[in-house]
């Protein structure tokens, strides 16, 4: 048999694999999304792709993950895509290119190791694709006479995201607003901040999961004895993989002064008792949401006299920020009701001199020493969301209704600081929640899992005295 032989063999005798589908329940909130975008920019044409695969080596892809404002924009998680809004009279309309499946007697059906089907799992055919995401798709084969065709002077696209998409859309000055795409970046950024119904399900999902991750770690986490902090990193990941894509972000599991370092992702330490856990983990919905928590649990069971009362001023400073939260309260307020507490603990522990009266203690930068970080960020389809237009958000910006932001003050004290005593050096404590803002205040999405003191360690407690448990899906 030869070559072409064997191709024609294996390009027969397949039934066609047929799919009933709906248009998702999200698809109108997309359109919503959209029909804000289009609004934003009359008249010019937007191109937002949504990025490939990328090659981890050789051969071999890590998973890929949508643009986030690709997917906001469309509900497509698939690699490859770009939505063109094609400017009219009257706003836009919306086409998206995808890469469909070609069908089982296609060659790449079996021949593609990228895109084929008998290597990869079915793909929506286009017509399929138009009526789940209730938006007009076209074949990704037919994109480049679109581009081809539109007027380089009036186009926004979303960079960086599609080398070639660039490389086509060549910025040639820097003062060229048109094809810079800072403006739509930021403009995305801005819509994003204010969550629909639908979102507002989707991190309730995300967040209920978390706390059943931390469930399953606090579960396995013995008071004696020693565990390796990738042990809990992985029975929080199996949680996360069962009820949604995945983490959110590289989970940060740190014992004992592990947890001085902010951002540990290493995850090579091990537990042991009488010592803190600091863990920052979160799950990713399967729509892409995440989740965003951090706890400080006692390994013994009991905080010592000294890491509660290192525990006891983050949580005032956390609770201080929760409840500055409500529309048209701006983020540095918010920023300011944290830091203020946090500075006059760093003053009770004995590590800065008081000032004098009607000065506040956060007039010296020196207590952000032991600080490091700010309060929070918001967020929603990415961790960090909205990031192109926090910077900002934060000089400036207040918080409106349906916002969604994290609360994560922490203390800091490093096992080689000389400036703090003995007792407190390799203690490091956040506590964080994510928080949705309402009409007249906020809501704690993660108010289930506890966050004084004496409740976490109750809460610790009977979570041992349940034992472990594999997930499940709900």
């Known amino acids: 048999m030869t070559e072409r032989e064997f191709h024609d063999f294996m390009r027969t005798g397949w039934s066609p694999v047929g799919r009933s589908v709906t248009e998702l329940r999200q698809a109108s909130f997309h359109a919503e999304r959209r029909k804000a975008l289009s609004d934003a920019f009359p008249g010019e044409t937007i191109v937002v792709p949504t990025g490939r695969e990328q090659v981890r080596a050789n051969d ?16 497509d998680l698939d690699p490859e895509g770009v939505l063109v809004l094609h400017a009219t009279a ?21 021949a593609s190791l990228q895109y084929g089907e008998l290597w990869r799992g079915r793909r929506e055919t286009l017509a399929e694709s138009t009526t789940m995401l209730g938006i007009e798709c076209r074949d990704l084969q037919d994109l480049d006479p679109v581009l081809d065709r539109i007027a380089r002077g009036r186009v926004r696209v979303l960079r960086d995201l599609d080398a070639d998409i660039d490389a086509r859309f060549a910025v040639e000055t820097p003062a060229a607003p048109e094809t810079t795409g800072s403006g739509l970046a930021f ?42 902090e990738r042990l809990i990193e992985g029975v929080f990941g199996a949680r996360a993989r069962v009820e949604g894509n995945g983490v959110g972000y590289e ?42 928590l951090t706890r ?18 983050v949580l005032a400073a ?61 967020l929603g389809i990415d961790v960090h969301d909205c990031a192109a237009s926090w910077p900002d958000r934060f000089q400036h910006g207040v918080i409106e209704e349906n916002h969604v932001l994290t609360v994560e003050p922490g203390l800091y004290f490093q096992p080689n600081d000389e400036l703090v005593p003995e007792e407190l050096r390799g203690i490091g404590i956040r506590i964080e929640d994510d928080v949705h803002v309402t009409a007249d205040g906020c809501r704690n999405l993660s108010a289930a899992l506890p966050r004084h003191a004496t409740e976490v360690e109750n809460w610790l407690a009977a979570q041992r005295e349940s034992g472990p448990r594999i997930p499940t899906e709900l």
């Open 60 to 75: 071999m892809h890590y998973r890929f993950r949508a643009g986030s404002d690709f997917a906001w924009l469309t509900g």
């Open 318 to 378: 956390q609770q201080a920020g929760i409840d500055a939260i409500k529309p048209g309260v701006s983020i540095r307020a918010i920023r300011q009701a944290c830091m203020e507490v946090l500075a006059e603990g760093v003053q009770d522990l004995g590590l800065l001199p008081r000032a004098a009266g009607g000065v506040s203690a956060t007039d010296s930068p020196r207590y952000r020493r032991w600080t490091l970080h700010g309060f929070g960020h918001m």
């Open 187 to 228: 403009t995305l950024a801005e819509l994003r901040l204010v969550k629909d119904p639908w979102e507002l399900e989707q991190l309730q999902e995300a967040v209920d999961a978390t706390v059943r991750g931390f469930e399953d770690v606090a579960r396995i986490l013995p008071p004696t004895g020693t565990v390796p």
């Open 90 to 110: 009257s706003g836009h309309d919306a086409v998206l290119y995808r890469r469909p499946g070609r069908g089982v007697d296609s060659e790449e059906y079996f």
């Open 251 to 292: 989970s940060v599991v740190a014992a004992g002064p592990n947890a001085t370092t902010v951002h540990w992702t290493a995850n090579t330490g091990r537990t042991r008792s009488g010592e803190l856990i600091l863990m920052d983990m979160g799950v990713e919905g399967r729509n892409l949401y995440t989740a965003d």
């Open 296 to 313: 400080t649990l006692p390994v013994s069971g009991s905080f010592t006299a000294v890491q509660r009362e290192v525990y006891d001023i």
